[in-house]
C-alpha cells in the first residue's frame, strides 16, 4: 500500500529486546492469536491506560488495507482509549512499518513497541 506524504515512510528499526513484564509477554500472546487465527501476515496488541487490551490482524481488501498495528490501535481509539501503555507487532519483517508505529505515536510519544517472530521471540524494541 503506498503510504500518504502525513504517515512516515521510515520503517523504524528496533533496538536490542527489552525484558519483557508480564503484561507485555501477554500483548504478545494476543498478537500472535490474532495473526493466526486468519493467517494473516501480522498480527497485533496494545494496552491502553486503564489495562485493557486490543488485538487485531492486518486487512488486505481491494478497497482496504491496515496494518495489523493501526487496526489495534484504531480498535482502542474506538472504545474510548486516550493513551497506549504498550504495544506489540508479530511479523516476519526485521523493522517496524511506518503507518503502524505512526498510529501509535498519535496516542503516546514513549510506548515500547515490541517486535516479535511469529513464533513469539521479540526481536527488539522501538522506543522512539
Do not use: C, F, N, W
Not at 44 to 50: E, L
Amino acid at each position: 500500500m503506498p503510504e500518504s506524504p502525513t504517515v512516515p515512510a521510515a520503517r523504524p528499526t528496533p533496538t536490542d529486546p527489552a525484558e519483557l513484564s508480564a503484561e507485555d509477554a501477554k500483548l504478545v500472546v494476543l498478537a500472535r492469536g490474532a495473526r493466526g487465527r486468519v493467517g494473516a501476515v501480522e498480527g497485533a496488541a496494545v494496552r491502553d491506560q486503564d489495562g485493557r487490551t486490543y488485538a487485531a490482524a492486518s486487512v488486505a481488501l481491494p478497497s482496504l488495507t491496515l496494518t495489523a498495528l493501526q487496526l489495534a490501535v484504531a480498535s482502542a481509539v474506538a472504545a474510548g482509549a486516550s493513551r497506549l501503555e504498550a504495544a506489540v507487532v508479530v511479523t516476519e519483517a526485521s523493522t517496524l512499518d511506518g503507518a503502524g508505529h505512526a498510529a501509535v505515536r498519535d496516542l503516546a510519544a514513549d510506548a515500547p513497541i515490541h517486535v516479535a517472530a511469529p513464533d513469539g521471540t521479540i526481536l527488539g524494541t522501538v522506543v522512539a
